[in-house]
């Protein structure tokens, strides 16, 4: 068993190894064995499992590689996130991997796909649509065919046959991975001097380029040590972070939050990998058709899904009721359509509600922090001197 700082440590190099040397060298240790980048947000990775493959998440190049070619391709008043993987892709970080799946998350992720095409980047590349009418003989339906296609190519570049039980095998250790992870945050809801948000966002990012297998071994043995009493408590409120599902701020940004007085004690940095709440069935004789049950039942709120018959406003007030939390920081990435379209919907329910909340925009290349730090600390201090007034900010 690894100490706790060995763990990070491990868990920061994989996360921001742009050459995604770990998930190659698993590749190449025995035939047959594929690669699938997907971008931001969420992708049902077990089918990719099932398949003989592993899920690889693609979020960027961050503060870590500097954007030459990118430029090129995206104008300059949309988000950064698509000039960064591009970079990535154009160097030949990502050689090794078989195929590209875009979720639907806006339009520049769709024209992200569309360049990929054009590039003939990976055997496939695959704009996957995700279903916004959730009645599951529709919009489930919808997925489950989406999800065959992605099969599809895959059986076309190593020929494995996907069954009831691989499938359900693979649903089985994401249920795990799921739970693992709730563990850590609830933990953290309670006792988050334990282990810091920084630590835990290495974490649970290391789980998108390693297996699943690897990843809850991991999970396993940091729930152990964070269970134990340790760790100085600190004057910090608790907040939740809101707005930062796709592109993901620089750690530095998600450091600086938490010194300038708060515990994260919720976020949506990586809203993937927490995106289904609970477990997916992994009995069915179904498979497929629980994956897609999931999604249109236990889906985490998401500015990327549009679901008029349960507000997502409400959705976010009822995790800052459940996490204690004292307020809430919407950190959207600068021209972030769904994301700040709805911040205007978030503000104005929670200025009803009672709810604190401060706003703020980030680039993922972003390395000065200060004023975000010195705002964010302006918020805490308030909460902290005057609690039971309804107070809201705003910037």
């Known amino acids: 068993m690894k100490t706790l700082e060995e763990i990070i440590k491990f868990c920061e190099d994989v996360s921001f190894d742009l050459n995604f040397s770990h998930a190659k060298?698993?590749?190449?240790?025995?035939?047959?064995?594929?690669?699938?980048?997907?971008?931001?947000?969420?992708?049902?990775?077990?089918?990719?499992?099932?398949?003989?493959?592993?899920?690889?998440?693609?979020?960027?190049?961050?503060d870590r590689k500097q954007i030459i070619k990118g430029d090129a391709y995206y104008q300059s008043y949309i988000c950064h996130i698509p000039r960064s993987i591009m970079e990535l892709a154009l160097d030949k970080h990502m050689a090794h991997f078989d195929g590209f799946i875009f979720p639907s998350i806006c339009d520049v992720i769709r024209n992200l796909s569309g360049i990929f095409k054009q590039h003939k980047i990976g055997k496939f590349v695959k704009y996957m649509d995700f279903p916004q009418n959730f009645l599951p003989q529709i919009g489930g339906v919808f997925y489950q065919q989406e999800m065959e296609h992605v099969l599809k190519y895959i059986k076309e570049i190593n020929g494995v046959e996907i069954t009831t039980e691989k499938l359900n095998h693979s649903i089985e250790l994401y249920n795990i991975n799921r739970r693992l992870i709730e563990t850590i945050y609830k933990i953290r809801q309670d006792y988050?001097?334990?282990?810091?948000?920084?630590?835990?966002?290495?974490?649970?990012?290391?789980?998108?380029v390693i297996t699943v297998e690897e990843h809850n071994d991991i999970l396993t043995q940091v729930c152990e040590y964070i269970k134990q009493d340790i760790g100085v408590p600190q004057d910090k409120i608790k907040i939740v972070i809101s707005g930062a599902f796709c592109e993901q701020p620089a750690v530095g940004l998600i450091k600086a939050i938490e010194e300038a007085g708060c515990y994260v004690v919720d976020d949506d940095y990586m809203l993937g990998s927490r995106m289904i709440l609970g477990d997916i069935d992994s009995k069915s004789n179904?498979?497929?058709?629980?994956?897609?049950?999931?999604?249109?039942?236990?889906s985490q709120y998401s500015s990327s899904i549009y679901d008029v018959n349960d507000p997502k406003e409400f959705r976010l007030a009822k995790i800052v009721k459940d996490r204690g939390a004292n307020g809430v920081v919407f950190a959207a990435a600068s021209f972030c359509d769904p994301s700040l379209l709805d911040a205007p919907i978030f503000q104005n329910a929670f200025n009803k509600l009672g709810i604190r909340y401060i706003a703020f925009q980030f680039s993922e290349n972003i390395n000065q922090f200060k004023v975000i730090k010195e705002q964010v600390g302006a918020f805490s201090d308030s909460i902290k001197l005057w609690e039971d007034e309804p107070v809201t900010a705003n910037s």
């Not at 060298?25 to 969420?42: D, F, N, Q, S, T």
């Not at 988050?192 to 998108?208: E, F, K, L, N, Q």
């Open 25 to 62: 060298k698993w590749k190449e240790a025995e035939k047959g064995r594929v690669l699938v980048g997907y971008m931001p947000i969420y992708f049902p990775r077990e089918i990719i499992h099932a398949a003989g493959g592993m899920a690889v998440g693609v979020f960027g190049g961050g």
């Open 192 to 208: 988050p001097w334990r282990i810091s948000i920084v630590d835990v966002y290495h974490i649970i990012r290391a789980g998108t």
């Open 286 to 298: 179904k498979p497929l058709e629980a994956i897609s049950n999931s999604y249109i039942k236990q």
